[in-house]
């Protein structure tokens, strides 16, 4: 079965810093799609960014990058400069073709003035 | 703003009540899916639907019946729920079920059971 690991239940960045969040997943799949999304208190699942299991190429959007290492089954999140409405819940998510999103249980961030 | 509009925002309903969640989404998806959420836990897929035919029951109990009267629209209808119940209820859609379709999820519906 899949699964997907986020191990830290809470992070702390200061403003400015940079962060990484941790995500390993288990699966026997060559392809599928990673996503990571926040949930801010505001309640919406918000996508930050996704990654294909055959690009090579880590996955940039803005402020937000992936280190997707396929071998060790890790997708983790760095969040540069970061932001106070950077603050929220993030969920990483595992899909492989005709099935389900899979969440992981989320990393709460908290982000310090 | 989001561009997948859940009402109600909040609902109290007692067990033997009847409510409908609604769900709207004008972006042209074909697929459009039901979640619940507890607190400090993931979403769990409850429903999914593509081309408005229920694709997937994810074993969830009678008392939630998923209606897709148009491929805009997305309602979930309850009855005779339990405390038990009480969650935040998220809607989403996607372009397609393909597992390269991003999810667009709403801002959810506070369910609370009494």
């Known amino acids: 079965a899949q699964t997907v690991t986020q191990s830290q239940p809470e992070m702390s960045v200061q403003e400015a810093e940079t962060v990484t969040l941790s995500c390993t997943y288990d699966?026997?799949?060559?392809?599928?799609?990673l996503f990571w999304y926040k949930q801010p208190p505001s309640r919406q699942m918000i996508l930050v960014i996704r990654?294909?299991?055959?690009?090579?190429q880590n996955a940039t959007e803005n402020r937000f990058s992936v280190n997707f290492q396929k071998a060790a089954k890790s997708f983790s999140l760095k969040i540069s400069d970061s932001q106070l409405g950077d603050a929220a819940m993030y969920f990483c998510?595992?899909?492989?073709?005709?099935?389900?999103?899979?969440f992981g249980t989320g990393t709460r961030l908290q982000v310090f003035p | 703003d989001t561009e997948v509009t859940q009402t109600p925002k909040h609902l109290v309903m007692g067990m033997t009540n009847k409510k409908s969640l609604k769900c709207e989404q004008h972006?042209?998806?074909?697929?459009m899916y039901w979640y619940k959420q507890k607190a400090k836990k993931p979403p769990e897929l409850m429903f999914v639907?593509?081309?408005?035919?229920?694709?997937i029951n994810e074993s969830v109990p009678s008392r939630f019946s998923p209606e897709c009267p148009n491929s805009s629209l997305l309602n979930l209808h309850l009855h005779a729920l339990q405390p038990e119940d009480s969650a935040l209820y998220l809607c989403?859609?996607?372009?397609?079920?393909?597992?390269?379709?991003?999810?667009?999820f709403g801002n959810g519906t506070r369910l609370t059971v009494t």
């Open positions: 990654q294909e299991a055959y690009k090579q």
């Open positions: 699966t026997s799949e060559s392809d599928y799609y």
């Open positions: 998510a595992y899909r492989r073709p005709t099935d389900k999103l899979i």
């Open positions: 989403a859609s996607s372009p397609s079920w393909r597992f390269n379709s991003p999810l667009h």
């Open positions: 972006m042209g998806h074909r697929a």
């Open positions: 639907y593509s081309y408005e035919k229920l694709s």
